[in-house]
């Protein structure tokens, strides 16, 4: 078997990846697709931590005329439900999956603990972190950032609906020039916000590297791992 080039992951994916073709919900047959590229992953040996989106449910900016606060919550319950398929689908394959989520809720999660995540990792159980940060105001990427710091990821792997960072909107501006590799600086200072930028200080300040590249290819997941150039490589 191919050697992974990393031993500890944080594979964030949007919410909108698990939607497949439908764009809303949960497509089964999309998440399959996705946990197939996991396990293979899985099978090499890497710790894998996952923080999933819940934009294929709701968007906290969605809520026009909401309070924000209230909005960010339920999208940060959008997680939980997204992070439950994830597990169901994980443990189909065989893969044991702890769900821990920055806001209690004992019935179908463990609380997030730091030191408890870290000890899942080391017993080859796959965690799921639900709900951000458990704070409103802050993106999933800002949540994958934040975990990634506390559990000393090796790397982030953003899996994204863009297949890397480009120098402008590249549905916009078909001159947009694509990134293979770039600085957290050079992000922030040119506003390129594939990432939020919020994360994107978060990773920069904790030194943690990231790669960005598309979910449409589940494959890029395994190929991310094993250091295959895919997407836009970021780093300090």
Known sequence: ????????????????????????????????????????????GVQI??????????????????????????????????????????EKFNMPTRVMSAIPMDRIAEPYIKRKAVSHLRNNEIVIFACGTGNPF?????????????????????????????????????DAVKYDTITYHEVLMNKLAAIDLTATSLCLDNEIPSLLFALEDPSNIVDA???KSTGTFIKK
Not at 4 to 30: M, P, Q
């Open 49 to 90: 931590a996952i923080v999933v989106g819940a934009g294929n449910f709701w968007r906290g900016r969605d809520g026009k005329g909401m309070d924000r606060s209230t909005a960010d919550h339920m999208g940060m319950l959008g997680t939980v439900i997204n992070s439950l398929a994830l597990q169901d689908a994980l």
């Open 138 to 174: 802050f993106s999933t990427d800002t949540g994958a950032a934040l975990r990634a710091a506390e559990i000393d990821a090796d790397i982030i792997l953003f899996a994204k609906n863009i297949d890397g960072i480009y120098s402008d909107d590249p549905k916009k501006n078909p």
């Open 225 to 227: 791992v094993m250091g």
């Open 1 to 44: 078997m191919s050697k992974a080039k990393y031993n500890r992951i944080l594979l964030k994916l949007s919410g909108e990846a698990l939607a497949g073709v439908k764009g809303f919900g949960i497509d089964s047959n999309t998440v399959a697709k996705i946990v197939g590229s996991i396990e293979v992953v899985y099978k090499m």
